[in-house]
C-alpha cells in the first residue's frame, strides 16, 4: 500500500495516521482479502472547513475514487477540520477506511445510475433517474454503507488507541509526538 499526504505537514502526525491506516485495513478487510488491499494507493488530505455544508451531507470526511471502475484502487480521503483535532482525525480517517474496503471488494459500486449495493441500486426518494429494481432511501444514515461506516469508525478508533495504550486525553489535545512513541513502542 502507498500512502501520501497533502497539507498535512507535521511528521509525527503523518506518522500516527500511518499506523492507523495499516491497523484499519487489517482490522476491517476480510483475512482472506487482504492481499486485495495491497495495491491501494491512498492519498490523505486536510481542508479548511468551509461554512456552506453541502446538502444533508455533515460528514468531516470525504472520499473520492481516482481510478474510476469495479473494485477501485486509488483513493483520495480528504478531512475537513479547522484545526488539527485527532479525535475526529481519526475517527473519520475509520469512516472513509471501511468505505475504500466497501470498494475493494466490490460491495459498493458507483455507477452513472447511483451507487449499487452489493447487487441493489440505491437512489434517494424523488430522484427521477430511472433504475429499475431501486432501492428508496430517505435519509443519508439509512444508506447500508454509511450505515456498516457510523457503526464501526468507533470501534475501530478505540481498538487502535487501546492497542497502543494510547490515552484519550493525549488524543484531545493532539499530543502527536507522545502519541508516536507509543506506536512505535518507546514508551
Ligand atoms: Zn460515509
Not at 45 to 53: A, G, I, N
Not at 115 to 143: I, P
Not at 172 to 178: D, S
Amino acid at each position: 500500500m502507498e500512502i501520501n499526504y497533502s497539507n498535512i505537514n507535521n511528521l509525527s502526525l503523518q506518522s500516527i495516521i500511518t499506523s492507523a491506516t495499516y491497523f484499519f485495513i487489517r482490522e476491517i478487510f476480510p483475512k482472506n482479502k487482504l492481499h486485495l488491499a495491497k495495491c491501494i494507493k491512498l492519498t490523505i488530505s486536510r481542508h479548511q472547513l468551509t461554512r456552506l455544508k453541502t446538502s444533508n451531507n455533515t460528514s468531516l470526511g470525504l472520499i473520492y475514487i481516482l481510478d474510476q471502475g469495479y473494485k477501485p484502487k486509488e483513493f483520495r480521503i480528504s478531512i475537513r477540520t479547522n484545526k488539527v483535532n485527532l479525535l475526529w482525525l481519526l475517527t473519520t480517517l475509520a469512516h472513509e477506511i471501511i468505505h475504500i474496503k466497501q470498494y475493494r471488494l466490490g460491495e459498493l459500486v458507483d455507477t452513472v445510475h447511483g451507487s449499487k449495493w452489493k447487487g441493489k441500486f440505491y437512489a434517494e426518494v424523488g430522484s427521477n433517474k430511472k433504475v429499475s429494481k431501486r432501492v428508496l432511501y430517505r435519509r443519508y444514515h439509512d444508506l447500508p454503507w454509511e450505515r456498516e461506516a457510523w457503526e464501526k469508525e468507533d470501534i475501530l478508533f478505540k481498538k487502535f488507541i487501546n492497542k497502543h495504550n494510547i490515552k484519550l486525553k493525549d488524543v484531545k489535545r493532539c499530543y502527536f509526538k507522545t502519541i508516536q512513541k507509543q506506536i512505535s513502542g518507546e514508551i
